[in-house]
């Protein structure tokens, strides 16, 4: 992007020591103590290609940042990677996923299905974590969403093009090996869930979920996203946010005691919402920690 150059250090210094944010942005935390500056921005991993996202403020953060964080390195996902990964914990050769589900989930599974030219017969012996991430990232038409467009992966590929250091909480494999860990209700629940929001209609005035992110409408996100997981879906909440998030500021509480420096976090921006949320984690441990964007 042309404005990331534009930017110069003291702009960025100003920018992170503004009061609040100004206007519709994705939305990012800046945590400090006396020596180290770690800026939190909530992701969205699966984005259209037109979606335009970047601002003054992150792009300022970029330029700060010695380390950049993500929750794993995507680049290195590649095909042959995630067969295998699918191969040993994303398969049930014994039973179909169309025993496994109500038959009203099996009719609104099939129409997703042909939207993203997914024959049935390559998902069947998938368990029902594996089916559902693959649902949820993705396109299921012309100009929907992918993994491909995603946040993470842009970036990712410019800082590491940038040599800057690049650093992952967790690999994909220990992403992989957390979703096959789920029950098998659990499974079943996420895959449920994902059939419900992939087949529900768009409303009328609704911004989707990709505008709501863009406008930082923590609202949203929060209430509207991570508190119906929690009281719907325990198990999946407790694997995918809250055991995650506690690990992850353990983390950045080592960092910031041992290292100082600029560090950007990209993670999901799930994982910045409610009490469970990063920065609430780390304003708990004592971290002044307020929202810039």
């Known amino acids: 992007m042309g404005r990331v150059s534009a ?9 992170s020591l503004l009061p609040g944010w100004a206007g519709a942005a994705p939305a ?4 400090r103590d006396a020596d180290t500056e770690i800026y939190l921005f909530g992701t969205m991993h699966v984005l259209t290609p037109a979606a335009a996202w970047r601002t003054p403020a992150y792009d300022a953060a970029y330029d700060r940042a010695q380390t950049v964080w993500f929750e ?7 095909p042959p990677v995630l067969t ?11 039973r179909p996923l169309s025993a496994k589900l109500a038959s009203w989930e099996m009719r609104a599974l099939k129409p997703l ?15 029902p974590w594996a089916a559902a991430l693959m649902l949820s990232t993705r396109s299921l038409g012309p100009g929907g969403g992918t993994a491909a467009h995603g946040a993470d992966l842009a970036v990712t590929r410019q800082a590491k093009q940038a040599a800057k250091t690049v650093r992952t909480f967790e690999t994909v494999e220990e992403q992989v090996r957390m979703f096959a860990g789920l029950s098998e209700p659990g499974e079943l629940q996420y895959l449920t869930d994902v059939i419900r929001e992939r087949s529900a209609p768009a409303r009328r005035g609704e911004p989707s979920l990709q505008d709501a992110w863009i406008a930082g409408d923590i609202q949203r996100l929060g209430p509207g996203l991570v508190g119906d997981m929690r009281q719907a879906s325990p198990e999946f909440y407790d694997m995918l946010l809250r055991r995650r998030n506690l690990a992850w500021a353990q983390t950045l509480e080592r960092e910031i ?8 976090v990209n993670v999901g921006a799930l994982h910045m919402v409610g009490d469970d949320g990063l920065p609430t984690l ?3 441990r004592g971290y002044e920690v307020r929202r810039i964007q």
Not at 7 to 15: F, G, K, P, Q, T
Not at 72 to 78: E, K, N, P, S, V
């Open 257 to 264: 005691t041992a290292s100082g420096g600029v560090h950007l």
């Open 84 to 94: 295998d990964l699918v191969a040993r914990y994303g398969v049930d050769p014994n």
């Open 113 to 127: 299905l042909e939207r993203g030219r997914v024959p049935l017969a390559r998902i069947e012996h998938m368990r």
């Open 72 to 78: 794993a390195d995507l680049t290195t996902a590649d």
């Open 28 to 31: 990012m935390w800046l945590v």
């Open 7 to 15: 930017i110069s250090s003291a702009v960025a210094l100003l920018l």
């Open 282 to 284: 780390l304003a708990a």
